[in-house]
Structures are given as C-alpha cells and as structure tokens.
C-alpha cells in the first residue's frame, strides 16, 4: 500500500515539476500475481532458444508461453525440483539447457526432456559461504560465465566439464562481489560496488585499467558500438575514448540516481531502467523519453522500479519491475492514441469523440460528446479546447459536426443546441437564432458540406437544411413530412459533380438529393425479397469511394457496396469475417483496403478476395466501440477515428505486418484427462507408446507468438485418422477418442495474427500397442497351437481312417478269402474226390486233389497281398476252371484270350478281382444251363488300363433272378459283395480308378444268351 502511494506522490510530483509533457507514447500490458505469476518482484527475465520466456522472481521461476504461467519452485518432497525458489539470475548453454542461479549460490540446470532441474555441484561444493549467483553469461566459445555476490566469477568449460574460479587472489579481480556481466568480444566486463573491470576471457587476465571506482555498477552494454554503465548512485555512462563521460536523464532535478539496467532494441533504441525513476528510452537521434507508473493508467508502466528487462525474438520489451512484469509490443504500438487525462491539460477534453474534421490549415477538429471542441495539431501534437467555460457563446459542449467553408468561416453544429458560426482567434462562438433570427430545422447537426455554389447543405435530425450564404437564407426539405423519424440524417456526401447529394438516413435507407431541383429523386430501401437491395434502412455513414461505387455502413446490416450503374448492393456482414454489423465509418486507403469501424473494433478490408484483419484493445484501440461522423482520412495520410474512449490515428500504408513464423511446441499430453510426462515416456527415436486401453488421448499446443497470442491459429490432424488438416482456431488442444491400435504422427501448424503460417509446426510420434490377444505373437502362437490341435486331430483321423481302412480291407479280404472258399465249392471239391475214391479211380481222384490243393495254396498266399502279377491271376483262374469243369462232367468249355502287347510277369492287378466274377458266372448263369457252357475271358492293353472281359453263354441275369426267388432261402452272391466294397476302398485310396461293367447279351430272337463283364484296371508295374 505505501509503495502504491509512493509512485502515485512521484508521480503527481514529476507532473507539479513540469518535467512531463504531453501523452505517453507507449502503453504497456502487465502482468503479476493476479494473471499468475508467482511473484511480483523480477529478478531476471530470460528467453530460451525454443521461444519460451523464463521470468525468475523472489518466489519462485516462471515459465511463459503467451497465454499462461508455470512456476517451478523448491519442493523438498520432490526430487528434481529447484534446489531454492529464491531466482537471482538465467542463462542457457549451447545445448538449450536453461541454467538458474539461486540466492543461496548453487546452480540448477533445467533438463526440459525430462521437465526437472539437477545441481552443479562442482560449482556448490566449491563456495563455502553464501554467494548469491548475480549474473549468468555464455560467451558463445563453449564458456558459461557466473558472477556471484562475495565469491567472484566462475568459468565453466561445457565440453570438458571442468570450472576455474576467478576471484580477487588468481585473477586480481577488484572485488569478489560481482553484480553484472557483460561480454564484448573476447573481454569479458565486470561491474561490482567498486566500479566496471574487464579481463581476457582467453587468458583470464585482469585488465588494470578500472573505471568509475568506488561506485556500484549495476548494468552494462554496448548501444552504437559504445560502452554504457548503469551505476547505482550516479545515473548512466559512456566510454568515450577512454574515458567515462555522465549522461544526463530527465527528472533528476538536477541530480543523478540509479540506473539499474540497459538494454539496446533492434530499432536501434538504448532502454535505460531505475530505481523509482521509470524507464527512460533513448532514441538513435539522442531524444530521451521517460515512461512512468499512471496509478489512474492501467496500461502505464506497471512500476517504476525496473530490475531486469529483455527483447524477446519478435522485438517485444520486457521489463521486470518490483510489482510484476511490463512489456511493449511495437507491433501493437502503431495505432496512435489520443484520450483524457485528468492530471494533464494537453490531453482531451472528453474520451467520447462524435466528430472529427481536418481544416485548411491542416488541424484536426474533435467534436466531443459533453467535452466541447478540441483543436489537435499534428505537427506540435498540442491540443487546443473549446468548451462553454473558455469559449464566448457557446451554449452546448456536444459537438456533432465542424465545417470550414471556402471563406474561411467556421460552422459547428452541436448536438443540443442547433448550428453556431465559429470564430476560432477570438474564442467566439454566434448562434443563429441569436444572429440571423432563425434556427435549424433541428437542434442536432449531424453533418455539413459545401456546393459548388458555395451554399452550405446541413443535416440534422430532422431532414435537409439550406443555407443560401449569400443571401442569408435558409430553408427546409423533409423526405416525409408525417412522420419525423424519417428525416432523421446521420451524414451527408456532396457529389459536386453529378450536383447530387448522397443522404444516410437513420430509418429510411439510401437517399439521392438533386441540387439543382432541390427534391429527393431516389430511395433505396431494404426489400427482403431482394439480395441485392440495401441490407439495412438504418444508415451510419456514407462515402463515396470513386464514380462508380458508394460505401455504406448500416447499424445492424454490415457493410454495403452499392454500384452506382448496376444500382446493385453487395453487403459484408459478421457472417464473412466482418467484426460487427454496425459500421460507423469507412475510408479506402492507397493499397486498395477498406477501414471499417464498428461496434467490435477496427477491420481493414481487402476486397479481391474478401479478407479481413481486425484491430481490437490488443492493438489499443480507443475501445471496441466507435461512434458515427467520427472518422476522417487527413491531408498528411494519417487516418483518424473516434469512440467512446479517445481517439486513435494511423498511417494504413506505413503499418507494420508480424512477419514472424511463431514456434510451436507440444506442450501438455492426457491419458483419459490424466497428465502424462510424454517427453520422459518417450523413446530415443521419440515414439511415445501407450497401452491399447490408454487410446483416450488429449494433446495440448502452443504457438510462442507473444505479440498477439490471443489471435494465433491452429490447424493440426492425427495421421491415421484425419484425412486433412483441423482448423481449430485458437484452440490450443485436440482430443481423439477410442483410437483404435497402431502407429500414428500427431502434427500441429499455426499462424500468426497476419497469417504467416510456421508449416513444419510440431509433431509426436505415437504407437498404441495391440492388447494382447490382437498382437501377431498371440495371432501366431493361436495358429501354431491351432495347427498343432488340427495336426493332432488329422493324426488321430488318420489312425482312425488307417485302422478302420485296414479293418476293413482284411475284413473285405477275409470276405474275398471266404467267397473264393465258397462253401459250395468246396463242398462239391470234396464230394467229388470221394466219389472218385469209391469208384476205384484213384488216378482221377489224385488229380483233383492235387488241383484243388493247388488252388487253396494260391488263394491263401494272395489274400495275404493286394496286388498280383496277371500270370499268376491267369495261373489261379485256370486251376478253378479246370476243377470246376471236372465237377461239371468236363460240360465246361473255357477260353483265356490275352493281349500279347501284356507284360504277363512284370504287370500287376488288384488280387482276387476277376475270380469273383468267373464264379458268379458259372454259379449264376451256366449251372442250370442244358448243353453247351462256355465261359470267356479276355485280356486286352489300354493307353493307361488293362480291360478284361468275362463273357458267358448261361441263363441270363434277369433268369437267373427269377430262379434265386423261387427259392425258399434268398442267395446273394457274397464273392461279389466283396468284391465291389474291395473296389471302393482300392478307388478311394488312388488317383487310378478301377472300374467294373455289367452287359446282358440276347440273341436275334431277344432271348437271354449270357451275361459279358468288363473290367477296367489300371496298369501298375512291379516297381510302383
């Protein structure tokens, strides 16, 4: 609270003194506790090559990005944290390490991969007493240079890791208590209490010659290739050949006091801080301006206590006070500021400006809404008032319209009290009802101009009013004379040469006025039918922009561009990009830019295509809001308009564009709205990987553009999911939800406030791993144990077919080997035998025996293989036919016919496929046959088989199955049962089919004459 009231004393001081004139040309944006700083008092203000700016106070350090504050401080409970929160001074190495010095002498280095500080301890161990860091310096040569308060300066090599000690003993420093640091080259200069030294830096020598001893040095710099000192007692000073030479600085009264910091900007200014006197700013030509705490100012310097100060990488100042921080944006400087100050007389009479009119003299008239008539002189920058208590006549201190007409009088039109003639040198104002015995139509003047007949036109609130200066008349012309709210006239534009009046009526739209007829000729109003019609009847402004296009501005329908031909409307409203949709007023300047005013700033305008960039309280606007008739484009090129808070003006041609492409950096990463430090997760080729289950993610940006943050844009997209680029304004975090596993690239661009994009932008490598049962090891050890579950199945399958297979091949061959035994056959064998043993005729008898042995011996061995040679089929067929034609009383008459192309030994055929068939026909067609039976068979080479026919002469098939049913116990041929099961199993198992062809043969007659089978079998040699 004293301290509050200190600077307000200072300053109301400085102003009895008559050291302060005119307005500050600067406005400062600060920031303190309340915009979350950790502390008000500056030590040390530091940018980083990666763009952030680092603000080092009693309580703490400060990270700042533009938008927000992030203190780090000193927690026991956490390591890695600052080793005190006490911040003397910053530097930064060539790796991009910020380093910290602390109050207590010990050294901290920020580690930003991994977002926490660890201790130097080769420099801590070496001081055995506290030594408050002061000053911390890279000399660009793989040097860290550290001044402390009571130990001298220490030098680290940053390649090899080793630090020497410099101090009043080994160096002959003129003392170990070193408050500032400054490199030149390769002299390192020092200031302590007892004056400024420098030494080598190569060779640490100490130069002998010390200057201004016994004085405290707190700052030193180079500014137009000279040497400045700021002492702590004596004010500033410059090495000039040789010698230290006082310059002098405003409100000294006559004394010096301290400087405590200098900083050279690249427009080439010398920044000069205090103790209690500000902050001076000395320019190239040598002028000092002086800028001070305004306790009634909130843009004014924040205190007039300045420590420390910077200019960061876009030419913005910092300063750091004893109450927080102040800083300057050039850029946002460039809209001149005019407004009211209590405690100084050469400011505005009132902040509310209704009218602003430019002489032939060149001075800029300001119509204030209850602060009179202010005179502005853009050469001196002094102002002039006119108001009802300095002025003879005057009855009203709203003032709406000044016109000086081509006689040099003077007309002012109030907003109260109708339309006074105006006399400048005399301060003498003549109303009309008192000097001409008539008023206006209406007591408030909008507007006033001029014809080529030098008769002035005026509009008021109540329609059109004539005044014929020659003959001293006036008369009156009303659009509606029932309804008076339709005459009500904002402004009027005289087209001179078209002798037309242009009228923006307030509720009645676009009107034209002819001169010479003295009638209105046309109206344009809104028709909502028609997009091409004006899009408001309720007008602010008019202006003509050449002779072929009209400006205007409507209160609630934007802008309008009427086409003068065509008589065609084109409206611009918030809908486009415009601020507002009240426009107050309009100029075009020499680029072809349109400057609106409205109820949300100032927009400029660029037509092909439509583009806007609009001016807000960023840029000190006067305020959002502008009010009507104020705006003017001067003779000097200087454009003017007016709100409720002031006056600014400009230059439109000479504005300055921020060609700075802001960094943009990652700064933040939630896992399901957690915070995850995703610079320590990552990998070493930066790939940061979650679990499937964290692919609820939220990344945050920023852009480090510290002029206009707050108009910063951004685009980014997650390569993988969006298609193109997210254009999220000036939302700095984006949100992807149930990312599904993968790689991914987030990237992130921005642009500044005047489009100038940074392409590369940032960018994070991101991989969501699989879940478990959706990663190619579990997909592969799935199919490994799926084929080792198939194989097993097949295995046990393929037993199962084999035995079941080999189960019933022996079955079937059992059944073969049976049918082959037939029961009958074997019978009828034995019968006979013994019938030729009872008849004495044992020769006979022998025979058969030893025949049917025979066929037993090769039945048995070749029901033990599955494939025989067709002599041996040949061999086992003839001894069956042979014992069943003895049987047969020798009635049998058999026939082999075989291919002579057949390799007999070598070629092979099933085992036990003909027989069946060779005894179904004597079983079936010829036993019961009278006379001649005779069986066939035949054997013939194929391309890739082995045909064989059996051809009998018997009954029949279908004879034969007449007989079987007559039978009382049915019959079925079990040999040929056998056989065709044999035949599927032998096709299954083999790419060679086997097949088998049942033909009935007839006679001319169509009788039954036997029965033909034929038999394909593939050819299969010995050695398959």
Known sequence: MQKRYLNTLLYLLFLISGKIFGQQSLRFNNYSIE???????????FQTKDGFIWFGTADGLNKFDGYQFHAYKHDAAEPGSLSSSFIESLGQDDSGNLWVGTHEGILNIFNKQKNHFTVLKQFSDHFTQHSPIKSIKNDGKGHMWIATEGSGIACYDLKKGTIRFLNTENAKLISNTINCLFINKKTLWYGTPLGISSLKINSDTSLSKTFLENQEIYAINIYQGKLYVATGSQGLFILNNGKMESVALPLNGGEQYSCTFLLPDHLNNLWVGTLFNGIHRISENGKIETFLNNPLDKTSLGNNIIRCGIEDNTGNIWLGTYSGISSIKPLNQQLHLLQHNPLNINSLSNNNIYFIYQDHAGFIWLGTLEGGLDRYDPATQNIEHYNTSNSKGLTSNSIRSVYQDSKNRYYVGTGTDGLFRFYPEERRFEEFTDKFNYTTSSVRITSIAEDARENLWIATFNGLDFYDTKADTIAYYLFDNENEQNNNIIEIKLDKKNDKIWIASFGNGLQIFDIATKKYTKTYSH????????????????????????????????????????????????????????????????????????????????????????????????????????????????????????????????????????????????????????????????????????????????????????????????????????????????????????????????????????????????????????????????????????????????????????????????????????????????????????????????????????????????????????????????????????????????????????????TQIPSMVIQPFVENAILHGLLTKQGNKSVTIRMQKEISHIYCEVEDNGIGREKARELNELRTKKHESTGMKATRQRLDILNRNSDKKLSVNIIDMFNENETPSGTKVQIFIPITNKSE
């Open 527 to 906: 028709d909502p039918k028609n997009p091409m019609s004006i899009s408001n009847n309720q007008l602010l402004c008019v202006n003509i922009y050449n002779d072929d296009t009209l400006m205007v501005g409507t209160f609630g329908g934007g802008l309008n561009i009427f086409d003068i031909k065509s008589e065609i409307f084109t409206s611009i409203t918030e809908k486009d990009g415009l601020p507002n949709d009240a426009v107050y007023g309009i100029l075009g300047d020499k680029k072809g830019y349109l400057w609106v005013s409205t109820n949300r700033g100032l927009s400029r305008i660029g037509l092909r295509p439509t583009r806007f960039k609009n001016f807000d309280q960023i840029n000190l606007v006067q305020s959002l809001e502008f009010n009507e008739g104020a705006y003017l484009a001067g003779r000097d090129g200087n454009f003017y308009f007016g709100g409720i808070n002031g006056l600014n003006f400009f230059v439109p041609e000479s504005l300055k564009v921020n060609k700075f492409v802001p960094p943009v950096e990652i700064t933040g990463f939630k896992v399901l709205d957690r915070e995850l430090p995703f610079r320590e997760l990552s990998s070493k080729d930066g790939i940061l990987t979650l679990q499937h289950n964290q692919n609820f993610i939220s990344i945050d940006f920023v852009a480090l553009n510290y002029i206009n943050p707050e108009k910063t844009t951004y685009s980014y997209k997650l390569e993988g999911i969006d298609d193109d680029w997210v254009m999220a304004g000036n939302k700095r975090t984006a949100n992807y939800t149930k990312l599904p596993p993968g790689s991914y690239i987030f990237r992130v661009r921005a642009a500044n406030e005047d489009g100038v994009w940074n392409e590369e932008g940032a960018s994070l490598n991101i991989y969501i791993r699989s879940p478990f049962w959706k990663t190619w090891w579990f997909f592969m050890l799935i199919g490994l144990s799926a084929l080792g579950v198939i194989y097993l199945v097949l295995h046990a399958r393929t037993n199962a077919i084999r035995k079941s297979y080999q189960a019933q091949m022996t079955e079937v061959e059992l059944k073969a080997l049976r049918s082959q035994m037939n029961p009958h056959f074997i019978f009828n064998s034995i019968n006979s035998i013994q019938y030729y043993i009872l008849n004495k005729n044992p020769k006979t008898a022998y025979t058969y025996l030893s025949k049917f042995s025979s066929l037993m011996r090769m039945i048995l061995q070749n029901s033990r293989i599955n494939y025989i040679t067709i002599e041996d089929e040949i061999e086992s067929l003839q001894l069956y036919l042979e014992l069943e034609n003895i049987r047969l009383d020798n009635e049998l008459n058999c026939t082999f016919d075989i291919d002579p192309l057949i390799n007999q030994k070598n």
């Open 35 to 45: 915009e979350g700083l950790s502390q008000s008092t500056l030590q040390d203000i």
